[in-house]
């Protein structure tokens, strides 16, 4: 089966009647390690969905490299503002591996909504969207980088082992340095 028809009935069954016309939708596209998908500045002009790989969201803050969050398949993605909005996105998105992704223009997006499975897709992923963005925000908030990144190994062990160290501590607001000495300190224990 298709893995994108598969994603979207992980919150609601279609027809095949139905996936015939969003699949018609969206053509497929490969990234290559390192990629840039968007650069700030740019409008992005697409909702993706990303079947393998890696992505980073991150922005430029006076020449360091700030990484916001990962994206790894299966997932839909965009940088919501930039393509509801057409206005210029103020975040970068690259491949940290390989990617295998979808895209579809706003306009056809827009046209799938008549779909009521397509409409329910939409709003259920803009909710659970909105849980993870509230979830991360309240641990960058109340959480140390140390918890934090003992979190991430308890939900994403995997994702640890994909992302370079580099981007784990931006993500997480600290200098490669302090996770490396974070990393020396729990291991041993999480090993036991």
Sequence with gaps: MN?????????ISISDTDWEQISACFEKRFLEKGEMLLQEGEICRHLY?????LL?????????DITKFFTE?????TSQASFTAAKPANENIQAIEKSIIWQTTLKQANDLLELKSWNTF???L?????YF?????????????????I????????????VPLKYLASYFGIAPQSLSRIRKKILPTKRN
């Design 122 to 124: 939409i709003r259920k």
């Design 126 to 130: 803009i909710q659970e969207v909105q």
């Design 49 to 53: 969905f990303i079947e393998s790989g």
């Design 56 to 64: 980073r969201y991150f922005i430029n803050k006076e020449g360091d």
């Design 133 to 149: 963005t509230e979830e991360i925000l309240q641990e960058i908030q109340t959480e140390t980088a140390e918890n934090r990144y």
């Design 73 to 77: 398949a299966p997932y839909c993605f």
């Design 151 to 162: 979190k991430m190994i308890e939900t994403s062990p995997q994702l640890i082992q994909r």
């Design 3 to 11: 893995p994108f028809k598969t994603f979207i009935e992980n919150y």
